[in-house]
């Protein structure tokens, strides 16, 4: 890790506090962590593809933050919002992690490994919405999805 980052996750790490909350850089390495902390780094790196693919797409929000917090018909997109549990990570390693992906994801510096995709669930389930979608990865035990090529 270069100095610059090892100087940014540093600073994360001790001043991680709500002022801070609506940094493009804190709400995607939230995302990142309450998303997929028990996944393998490919799996968290997909989560933050999948974040900023909205970013860049016309339907969804133009900004980090606004994309992690959207709800739709009071249904947050991502579970972890509005789960009502603490939005404060608990676990260094994983949030150090985490911090280091979103900044890797946000320079880009990582190619995307979702192929554009914009949604996803875990093996799990099979939601109602994924028949409107095409299969784009399955990387672990979540399957991503985009939109239909015609």
Known sequence: MGIQKAVIVFALLLFSTPAFSEI???????????????????????????????VRHEKF?????????????????FSWYCDGLSDTPKEKEYWKESVVIAID????????????????????????????????VIIQDHVFYGPRRD
């Open 61 to 77: 929000p133009n900004n980090v933050c606004d994309v992690v917090k959207q709800q739709k018909n009071k249904i947050c997109q």
């Open 105 to 136: 994801t946000l320079t880009g510096d990582i190619p995307d490994v979702t192929e554009g995709s914009l949604w996803y669930h875990t093996t799990t389930i099979l939601p109602w919405w994924h028949y409107a979608y095409e299969q784009r």
């Open 24 to 54: 493009p850089l804190i709400c995607l390495a939230k995302n990142i962590y309450f998303e997929s902390r028990n996944q393998p780094w490919i799996g968290k790196i997909a989560v933050a593809q999948v974040t900023m693919n909205r």
